[in-house]
């Protein structure tokens, strides 16, 4: 059973196009991450959210954390070659010695100029 | 910053042989390390997490006989795959953490590993 489920799976658009991933779970995480991860290397952190509704910009990346604090999503505007690339988002659990991350399959997005 | 380094950083091995993968955090002591599993296109799946002087807890389904975790110091852990088979062949990741209080994971570059 799959904790995080992303949407969409894959997602081809053209530069200068808006796109929104949306990252959901029927559990509640203590705090959600946004990674992005290139071909052949380890996945980089974009963003932590940690509040409910809460809303972070980074640059053009805008990630919201859902109310309940169960779902998530990243919005990139006016997409660009170079945000291609896997996002993942990851939820934290537990705490203490127990804390880990839970992955979503990811969302494999490329940008064509 | 917080850099974590892997090596090697693509392996090809033979069938029966076993693999050590090692785990350095660079600039900081980590107290957590964590091995992940990543087969083509998909997401990183948790393999065990490791503190550094005891045993690592592994996730169900992994085998603790089979892919062996050491974290002797603060600095390095190893993840040793024994008695490799090609369906053992994948991407590994290890990332490390300052912390047991829920901190950043800080993601090595990944381990290709191929078995013949």
């Known amino acids: 059973t799959q904790l995080l489920e992303q949407s969409p799976q894959f997602l081809s658009i053209q530069e200068g196009e808006n796109l929104t991933v949306y990252c959901n779970s029927s559990s509640v995480f203590s705090s959600l991450q946004w990674y992005r991860q290139e071909p052949g290397e380890g996945p980089v952190l974009l963003v932590t959210?940690?509040?409910?509704?809460e809303v972070k910009k980074l640059k053009r990346l805008t990630f919201q954390f859902g109310d309940a604090r169960k779902d998530s999503s990243l919005h990139i505007t006016a997409a660009q070659p170079g945000d291609t690339g896997l996002y993942l988002c990851?939820?934290?659990?537990?705490?203490?010695?127990?804390?880990?991350?839970?992955f979503g399959k990811g969302t494999l997005l490329t940008v064509n100029p | 910053g917080a850099v974590v380094s892997q090596h090697p950083s693509r392996v090809i091995c033979k069938s029966g042989t076993s693999v050590k993968i090692e785990c350095r955090s660079l600039d900081f002591q980590a107290t957590t390390m964590f091995w992940y599993r990543q087969f083509p296109k998909q997401s990183l799946m948790l393999m065990a997490t490791?503190?550094?002087?005891?045993?690592?807890?592994?996730e169900q389904g992994v085998e603790k006989d089979k892919f062996l975790i050491n974290h002797a110091s603060l600095t390095l852990s190893t993840l040793t795959v024994t008695s490799a088979h090609p369906e053992d062949s994948s991407f590994y990741i290890c990332?490390?953490?300052?912390?047991?209080?829920?901190?950043?994971?800080?993601f090595g570059p990944g381990t290709r590993l191929l078995v013949l």
């Open positions: 490791s503190n550094e002087g005891s045993k690592a807890t592994y």
């Open positions: 959210v940690v509040t409910g509704g």
């Open positions: 990851a939820g934290v659990m537990g705490g203490g010695s127990n804390y880990k991350l839970t």
């Open positions: 990332s490390a953490s300052r912390g047991t209080r829920g901190e950043t994971q800080y």
